[in-house]
């Protein structure tokens, strides 16, 4: 017996598929680019919530040279100076608590969800 695909049933299915890629935290959602500003020796905003996959961009906003440096030093930015900018990938397996080499009473956070 073969079954009978109507109209109602592709529409149904679009739509449900939609709403999965669409849905929060869904395995399909594609990453996202988070930005941090460092700017009068500090890091902008100091904590950020993100998703394996994503991408986290320093920016620097100050005259001086800065890093985000994972404070078990696993992974780096190396030196950002003013107007520049660097990444990092997120990973399930990254220290999340930074710091800035140069400037070490600058903290910053990245919480996986």
């Not at 529409?11 to 709403?19: D, E, F, L, P, R």
């Not at 904590?47 to 320093?58: A, E, L, S, Y």
């Not at 906003?61 to 440096?69: N, V």
Request: proline share 4%; with cysteine; net charge negative.
């Amino acid at each position: 017996m073969t079954a009978l695909v109507t109209r109602r049933k592709v529409i149904a299915g679009v739509a449900a598929t939609s709403a999965a890629l669409a849905m929060p935290g869904s395995v399909l959602a594609a990453p996202t680019a988070h930005e941090v500003r460092i700017k009068r020796f500090a890091f902008v905003p100091d904590r950020i919530q993100v998703r394996v996959g994503d991408t986290v961009r320093w920016i620097n906003e100050d005259l001086a040279p800065h890093t985000a440096t994972a404070e078990s030093f696993d992974w780096d930015t190396g030196e950002i100076v003013r107007n520049q900018s660097a990444e990092v990938i997120v990973t399930a397996e990254m220290d999340t608590q930074y710091f800035c080499v140069f400037h070490p009473h600058m903290k910053g956070a990245i919480e996986l969800v």
